[in-house]
């Protein structure tokens, strides 16, 4: 029997690592990494997607607005980018994620695209836990229309779904999609080591 041995370019491992470091609250690394790929390869939304998520968990509202729109020029969708944009300088950040959220829902009406984790974590930074919640459950109940969305499967973890993590549905939603429940924000000691 033969090995088969895959190839991965600097750039796909980098990316491969950028999401980990992202998903346990390492911001700055995730950007370090992910900044010069996105110059590099400007085609890929993921890594503008990546970047708008990192920003937005630093606070740095601004960038990620910027990010997100060149995520969204980048899927084909210069309008809803414009959008954003004219959201965003008219009346700020959380105009701007209700915008990125409406833009979404109606993506997801006319089966254009399916991103119901990504549509939780914009409600989340609205504090609307009510929509997060909804949404996750959506993600879950219909995964099969999910596999492009890379949020679903790390919601345990993710720093971005912290403040549900103190909300009793999140251990329903956790059993649901059957995960332990236990200690639902708890990073194994030995991954946070390797981390850092």
């Given at each position: 029997?033969?090995?088969?041995?895959?190839?991965?370019?600097?750039?796909?491992?980098?990316?491969?690592?950028?999401?980990?470091?992202?998903?346990?609250?390492?911001?700055?690394?995730?950007?370090?990494?992910?900044?010069p790929l996105a110059e590099?390869?400007?085609?890929?939304?993921?890594?503008?997607?990546?970047?708008?998520?990192?920003?937005?968990?630093?606070?740095?509202?601004?960038?990620?607005?910027?990010?997100?729109?060149?995520?969204?020029?980048?899927?084909?969708?210069?309008?809803?980018?414009?959008?954003?944009?004219?959201?965003?300088?008219?009346?700020?950040?959380?105009?701007?994620?209700?915008?990125?959220?409406?833009?979404?829902?109606?993506?997801?009406?006319?089966?254009?695209?399916?991103?119901?984790?990504?549509?939780?974590?914009?409600?989340?930074q609205l504090g609307d836990?009510?929509?997060?919640?909804?949404?996750?459950?959506?993600?879950?109940?219909?995964?099969?229309?999910?596999i492009a969305d890379p949020?679903?499967?790390?919601?345990?973890?993710?720093?971005?779904?912290?403040?549900?993590?103190?909300?009793?549905?999140?251990?329903?939603?956790?059993?649901?999609?059957?995960?332990?429940?236990?200690?639902?924000?708890?990073?194994?000691?030995?991954?946070?080591?390797?981390?850092?």
């Amino acid at each position: 029997m033969r090995a088969i041995t895959t190839r991965l370019s600097s750039h796909e491992i980098k990316d491969h690592i950028s999401w980990p470091l992202l998903r346990h609250g390492q911001c700055d690394r995730a950007i370090e990494l992910v900044r010069p790929l996105a110059e590099a390869h400007p085609g890929w939304g993921g890594y503008y997607l990546l970047l708008s998520i990192a920003y937005a968990q630093k606070g740095m509202q601004t960038a990620s607005v910027q990010e997100l729109e060149k995520f969204v020029r980048s899927c084909g969708l210069p309008e809803t980018a414009t959008r954003i944009d004219r959201a965003f300088a008219n009346s700020g950040w959380k105009s701007a994620l209700l915008q990125w959220a409406k833009e979404l829902e109606r993506l997801m009406t006319t089966k254009q695209a399916y991103y119901p984790d990504i549509l939780a974590q914009v409600y989340v930074q609205l504090g609307d836990k009510d929509q997060a919640f909804y949404w996750l459950e959506q993600g879950n109940e219909h995964r099969h229309l999910a596999i492009a969305d890379p949020v679903l499967q790390f919601v345990k973890i993710d720093p971005s779904f912290a403040p549900l993590h103190s909300d009793p549905r999140f251990k329903v939603l956790l059993r649901h999609m059957g995960l332990p429940t236990a200690s639902a924000s708890h990073t194994p000691r030995r991954l946070r080591t390797k981390l850092r």
